[in-house]
């Protein structure tokens, strides 16, 4: 069965930081991978998304991931955080047969302003 | 163009009792997930519908059922509530499968049985 790991629950940075959370998935065939954002008080909402290709994928909002396909890794980074970006992040995957997203259980990112 | 809407937004309920939670697709999708999210957890997902059918299920018990209507729209239900089912419920839409097109989540429905 696939599961996600996220290694940070809590994250706190100033404004201007770099960011990069870590999220590894345990699959070994073929995967979509994404990363879900969820602002204080709004609904979930797709950052960026992994299908086949490039490995550095671009989001909104200036972020990127890197899929490491050996590390089983798709670590999520942005260059210099704001403080807008104080949300929760969920990395998800979704692998093999089935048609359902798993998701880790997030990391609440806290930027000081 | 509407998103995922989802009925009602706040619900509390008493142990054993039952509750039905509903979600309204956003516009041109037929694939409605629901995910259950404890609080301090990533969502869980419980089942998804597609033509009025279960075609996916996740590890919950029987006590947690669904229904998706020729609309599209969908019914979750939970019958003999426990504490341990206060979470926010939410419901996703999506075009076919969730691998060929982005899930479009609703802002849930707070589900507290005491």
């Known amino acids: 069965a696939q599961s996600v790991s996220q290694h940070n629950h809590h994250v706190i940075l100033s404004e201007a930081a770099s960011l990069e959370l870590g999220c590894n998935y345990s699959?070994?065939?073929?995967?979509?991978l994404f990363w879900y954002v969820q602002y204080p008080g709004q609904h979930l909402q797709l950052l960026l998304k992994y299908f086949s290709g490039d490995p550095l994928v671009k989001g909104i909002k200036g972020f990127e991931a890197e899929f490491i396909k050996s590390k089983f890794s798709f670590n999520l980074r942005k260059p210099s955080v704001q403080w807008s970006d104080t949300a929760e992040y969920f990395c998800a995957v979704l692998g093999g047969r089935d048609d359902k997203i798993i998701f880790g259980k997030g990391t609440r990112l806290h930027i000081l302003p | 163009d509407a998103g995922v809407t989802q009925s009602p937004t706040h619900l509390i309920k008493t142990r054993g009792q039952q509750v039905t939670l509903r979600c309204s697709p956003k516009?041109?999708?037929?694939?409605v997930s629901w995910y259950q999210q404890a609080l301090g957890q990533g969502p869980q997902f419980i089942f998804q519908y597609y033509e009025e059918e279960e075609r996916q299920r996740g590890n919950f018990p029987d006590r947690f059922s669904g229904h998706q209507f020729p609309n599209y729209s969908s019914e979750l239900n939970v019958n003999a509530l426990l504490l341990g089912d206060s979470a926010l419920y939410l419901c996703?839409?999506?075009?076919?499968?969730?691998?060929?097109?982005?899930?479009?989540f609703g802002s849930g429905t707070q589900l507290s049985v005491l």
């Open positions: 699959y070994g065939g073929t995967v979509n």
């Open positions: 516009s041109g999708h037929d694939t």
């Open positions: 996703a839409s999506s075009l076919g499968a969730p691998s060929g097109e982005k899930l479009f």
